[in-house]
């Protein structure tokens, strides 16, 4: 198990479902995405199954490849990463909607 350390002393839980491993992604390649985004956004997307927010990251891998993780935050000290792959176009173009109408309520 992994943690990332946050402000507060608060020592979130970073969780793998099986799912995530679909694509010849580790863990270890998430957690670097996630810690050094290049785009993130809390509310990417809803989970097609349960309804709830769907988190995304755009960032690199340890190798340097660029990759997508999208996770669910079951609750403030735990997130269930579900999703890591080479980004796609069509993640990329989510992102940049998405931003487009935040900057356009702002």
């Known amino acids: 198990m992994y943690y ?28 670097s995405a996630i ?4 785009r993130h956004l809390k509310h990417f997307d809803d989970d097609r199954k349960t309804g709830e927010p769907v988190s995304a990251w755009i960032g690199p891998a340890r190798g340097g490849r660029t990759i997508e993780v999208f996770a669910k935050e079951v609750r403030p000290t735990l997130t269930i990463v579900f999703h890591i792959e080479d980004v796609r176009q069509t993640t990329i173009n989510r992102f940049d909607e998405l931003e487009a109408t935040q900057e356009g309520t702002e």
């Open 35 to 38: 810690a050094h985004p290049l």
């Open 4 to 31: 990332i350390r946050m402000n507060l002393n608060r020592r979130p839980r970073i969780e793998f479902d099986e799912a995530a491993y679909h694509h010849a992604f580790d863990e270890l390649d998430a957690l």
